[in-house]
């Protein structure tokens, strides 16, 4: 009796031919405000292609010269308007995507920082709302489970140093 035939699987696609890969630096940074009763932590929101809100965390690329800690500091200021000072770093994660006809592999440093002034601010044309969300809520609220990981790390961090 034959076997029948076993059910093929998808084959991994090796990338897509013809595109350019690039490689690219970010920092951003999970800054935590212990002000108040309950430590918060400053979060942008982006509209996805589906129209969808996407909350993580400020990021951005690096400037000439400039350092993947200092790039943090920068790029949370921009884009949520608090500045903040680093207090520990809190990882890497990097992904794969394609844009502008390129396949682009993407490295972001992440740092812990502590809100040391500012005002929360969505001026930043790159993000569409920024708000304070308790500590807590980190974990429903971000859409990206790399960047969950890192809020745990952080949660770690900061009861070390309480």
């Known amino acids: 009796m034959a076997r029948p035939p076993s059910p093929r ?4 696609r090796s990338g897509q ?6 490689e690219e630096t970010s920092a951003g940074g999970l ?3 212990r002000s108040g009763s309950q430590p918060r932590v400053a979060l942008i929101g982006r509209l996805d292609r589906r129209g969808r809100l996407l909350w993580s965390l ?3 690329h690096l400037e000439a010269g400039e350092s993947t800690q200092d790039a943090a ?8 308007g608090i ?18 006809d390129r396949r682009i592999h993407k490295t972001v440093h992440h740092y812990l ?28 609220r971000l859409a990206y489970a790399g960047e969950r990981r890192l809020a745990e ?10």
């Open 83 to 100: 500045r903040g000072r680093v207090l520990a770093p809190l990882g890497t994660i990097d992904y794969w995507f394609v844009a502008d």
């Open 113 to 140: 920082l502590e809100a040391a002034g500012g005002e929360l601010s969505d001026t930043d044309v790159e993000v569409d709302v920024v708000a304070w969300v308790p500590f807590g809520e980190l974990g429903a």
């Open 153 to 162: 790390t952080a949660a770690g961090l900061l009861a070390d140093s309480a």
């Open 9 to 12: 699987r998808p084959r991994a």
């Open 31 to 33: 800054v935590v405000d």
């Open 58 to 60: 400020p990021k951005g």
């Open 17 to 22: 031919p013809g595109l350019r890969k690039v």
């Open 73 to 80: 500091i920068r790029e949370v200021e921009e884009e949520t």
